[in-house]
């Protein structure tokens, strides 16, 4: 069972940055996708940002420009980095790993945005 340990949420004030980071107990060489989903409260979960393991990128038009999404395929990690944060933004921020046949999911992070 593969797991995923998230890190670097937090609080920041609107236009702060912080950076994500989510790392894989295991090296995946055949997943489809890796990256992010949020859940503000309230709300559904929704994708951020996912990258395939060809580095085609996925993200949500309300992040373009803002928001980007990297991997480290040796270290089994993705990283989110987000500039010029919102109000909005505000979620919790799950990791999320597809390989053919399963999905897993980190923890959760809470990122919180507030003036």
């Known amino acids: 069972q593969v797991q995923l340990v998230e890190s670097g949420g937090g609080s920041v004030q609107p236009g702060g940055s912080l950076r994500l980071s989510c790392t894989a107990s295991?090296?995946?060489?055949?997943?489809?996708?890796m990256g992010w989903y949020r859940q503000a409260p309230g709300s559904q979960l929704t994708l951020v940002a996912t990258?395939?393991?060809?580095?085609?990128?996925t993200m949500e038009d309300s992040v373009k420009g803002r928001f980007t999404i990297s991997r480290d395929s040796a270290k089994n990690t993705v990283n989110l980095q987000m500039n010029n944060l919102k109000l909005e933004d505000t979620a919790v921020y799950y990791c999320?790993?597809?390989?053919?046949?399963?999905?897993?999911w980190g923890q959760g992070t809470q990122v919180t945005v507030s003036s």
């Open positions: 295991e090296r995946i060489f055949n997943y489809l996708t």
């Open positions: 999320n790993l597809n390989v053919p046949d399963n999905s897993f």
């Open positions: 990258i395939s393991s060809f580095g085609r990128i």
